[in-house]
């Protein structure tokens, strides 16, 4: 193994930088091999000549582990297989990637991305026929077969934080304070800060709610806790159980968003409280790692740079029982990852008397 890549694909997230110098240094430090970065993930590679940044050890001196984003730069759009061309057409350009991973002289390339992304790259370089293997890493944490993603720590640290700002403004003004959340179809980062946040109310998309059960639930609170004010999370593709998921469109990217602002109206119209909105969005995404994010990042690199170099391919490195593994990707690709309904997590909230709106 003497030359390999290194990319980011999907949404950015916290830790991504702490990944990608785990990649260099242990490249250099265990087997004297060079990494190539790939800039913007298949977009650079689409370029002519192919957009790269060699990374050696002197990149990594300063802020590097600290620092959210990606420094490779990142795309969520742009499928090589399917590629969308300005006359509206598609076309395969699965071709000319795999000619510019050839053209760098990779040995193998590592890919840190969510599912969907790593099932992309996977393909290109079974195509270009040479190894890959992937890091997981979204906020959402819904990478199946392993128990965390880089990135989704950060954030549920990023919510639970909001919750504690939150919470003294409800209590001043006899609110009910509703957050909104991010992470797409899956529910994690709303059940776990809003257990660590101290909510009353946490609505997933696993679990339609029924806005009657809310509105008992902040009666309960009135009544049994003599407490006038109430937190509620709600993840951003929650909904209620006659209704549907709530979506935006930015002049046709549509992206899930609104459901804290129908939920709040929906609360202000049967319950009668004084009801306000945040919803925190990409800040979950910015800002430094947690600790636990650059350790699992740099866990994560150090393992996928060992894989390649074993020459292992079509492999996912993961977190299971406080241990690093690798998973085939092609199981990985296979499955989902939503809230267990039966898990700890549901358990202990459910025990606590939060209401899930079911
Ligand atoms: O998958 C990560 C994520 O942040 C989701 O939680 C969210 O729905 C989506 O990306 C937002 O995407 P974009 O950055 O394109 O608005």
């Not at 001043?172 to 709303?190: C, D, N, P, W, Y």
């Amino acid at each position: 193994m003497k030359r390999i890549g290194v990319l980011t694909s999907g949404g950015d997230c916290s830790g991504l930088n702490a990944a990608i110098r785990a990649v260099v240094k242990r490249a250099v430090h265990g087997f004297g091999a060079e990494v190539i970065g790939i800039l913007d993930s298949t977009e650079g590679l689409l370029a002519e000549p192919p957009r790269t940044v060699p990374l050696s050890l002197d990149v990594f001196s300063g802020q590097v582990l600290r620092s959210g984003g990606t420094m490779l730069g990142t795309v969520t759009k742009g499928h090589p297989f399917r590629y969308p061309m300005p006359d509206g057409s598609v076309q395969d350009r699965s071709g000319t990637v795999v000619s510019a991973i050839h053209s760098l002289g990779l040995d193998g390339l590592i890919g840190i991305g969510g599912d969907g992304s790593m099932k992309i790259l996977h393909g290109l370089m079974e195509l270009a026929g040479l190894p890959f293997i992937g890091i997981p890493k979204t906020i959402d944490n819904d990478v199946p077969l392993t128990e965390f993603a880089i990135g989704f720590h950060t954030a549920v640290g990023v919510a639970t934080e909001a919750l504690d700002r939150l919470q003294p403004t409800a209590a001043s003004h006899q609110r009910v304070m509703i957050l909104e959340t991010m992470g797409r179809q899956a529910g994690h980062i709303a059940l776990s800060a809003g257990i660590a946040g101290g909510a009353d109310v946490i609505l997933l998309p696993e679990v339609p709610y029924n806005i009657d059960f809310i509105a008992s639930k902040l009666e309960g609170i009135r009544k049994e806790e003599k407490r006038n004010h109430a937190l509620i999370v709600c993840a951003e593709a929650a909904h209620s159980v006659n209704g549907k998921a709530a979506f935006i469109d930015y002049a046709g990217d549509v992206v899930y968003g609104g459901i804290g602002h129908q939920l709040g109206r929906e609360i202000a119209l049967t319950t009668g409280a004084d009801t306000r909105v945040t919803v925190l969005g990409h800040v979950q995404r910015g800002g430094p790692p947690s600790s636990f994010d650059r350790v699992l990042a740099s866990a994560f690199g150090v393992r996928a740079v060992d894989l390649l170099a074993d020459g292992v391919s079509g492999r996912m490195v993961s977190w299971w029982d406080g241990r690093i593994r690798d998973v085939s990707l092609a199981d990985v690709v296979a499955q989902e990852k939503p809230v267990n309904l039966q898990g700890s997590r549901m358990r202990a909230a459910r025990g606590l008397g939060i209401c899930i709106g079911d």
